[in-house]
């Protein structure tokens, strides 16, 4: 977690929901414009695990994940 994330959310992150699942990010992160380290990821992320669908709003990362499949 960021050291400067608000209060609220260290203390749900001290206490995740039996639903929310962590994973380590991995991958070759050449393939991306200039994009925001959360955008990346998420792409890296649902590459590794093969995810059907990806949400994300900002266009440049949505030009990008389509260029990744």
């Known amino acids: 977690m960021a ?3 608000p209060e609220i959310v260290g203390n749900f992150a001290l206490t995740l929901p039996a639903w929310v699942q962590l994973h380590e990010v ?3 992160a050449s393939f991306c414009v200039p994009l ?5 990821e ?3 992320l ?3 695990l093969r995810a059907d669908a990806l949400l994300m709003d900002e266009l440049d990362g949505r ?4 260029g990744q499949g």
Request: without cysteine; aromatic residues 0%; positive net charge.
């Open 46 to 48: 649902a590459k590794t």
């Open 26 to 28: 991995r991958g070759d």
């Open 36 to 40: 925001h380290r959360g955008e990346t």
């Open 63 to 66: 030009v990008t994940a389509r």
């Open 42 to 44: 998420a792409i890296l």
């Open 3 to 5: 050291r400067d994330a």
